[in-house]
């Protein structure tokens, strides 16, 4: 059988970053306890050496993953995530119209990862939540679902401030924009809807960007993801192209004050 392997967007000898396909673990979770296909050890076996994660994606979230190649260098990328020093890209196709850009500041409360933690999860304050969004394209389709004669998208590039757990999702779903294909925060029907008129499978949110600080050379790194060919595959039936994005100009299109 053919050993898995991941993308490998950029390696030296102190990270890696690969492109996450979508319904791929990032390590093992006691939450799907009963996946055998992670991410962290696909990679481990394809480079021959230990990977740490340094962040997360969503299962069904593809695009930029990174890792460290030593508890060290995990420590010191952790330190810029724990002080809001990497920024972040993700797009998205959601639900209707949105505003052409828009902050969206609504606290979140944390998810328990095991049942005995319910109860204590449950009693802390919600935590304090930033998403800024950006809208860069629309559409509409003629075919009905609820009350409307016809069904709205957009396509958003997301800016999340903050590091929540599914805080792009929920936020979304806050402001009555849920992703397309978020079978947890969206709409049941309109996720059948999209499934059945654009042949799409997957939640349709990607990690596009990543901007850091090298954590040896102190260099600014800038990483950037091409999209999954299911991701583009949605944007096609949409009446969108992805050349519309293209890698080199991911960059460009972030907001100055966000970087």
Known sequence: MEQETLDIIYIDQHIVAVNKPSGLLVHKSPIDKHETRYA?????????????????????????????????IA??????????????????????????????????????????????????????????YRRLNTTECPYSIDRYPS???????????TGRTHQI???????????????????????????E????????????????????????LDLYAPLQQDFIAALQSLGWDETCLPISQYKAQIPNHIL
């Open 40 to 72: 962290m050890k696909i990679l481990r076996d394809q480079i021959g050496q230990w990977v740490y994660p340094v962040h997360r994606l969503d299962k069904p979230t593809s695009g930029l993953l990174l890792f460290a190649l030593s508890a060290e």
């Open 75 to 132: 420590k010191l990328i952790g330190e810029q995530f724990s002080n809001n020093h990497v920024k972040k890209t993700y797009l998205a196709i959601v639900r209707g119209h949105t505003r052409l850009g828009g902050i969206i500041r609504h606290p979140l409360k944390e998810t328990a990862m095991f049942k005995h933690q319910k109860k204590v999860v449950e009693k802390r304050a919600p935590q304090d939540a930033l998403t800024l």
């Open 151 to 161: 069904t709205r998208y957009s396509l958003i590039f997301a800016y999340p401030q």
């Open 169 to 195: 999702r929920k936020h979304l779903k806050h402001i009555s924009h849920p992703i397309i294909g978020d079978a947890k925060h969206g709409k049941g029907n309109l996720n059948r809807a999209f499934s």
């Open 197 to 220: 008129h654009h042949d799409s499978h997957r939640l349709l949110l990607a990690a596009i960007s990543i901007k850091l600080q090298h954590p040896i050379t102190h260099k600014p």
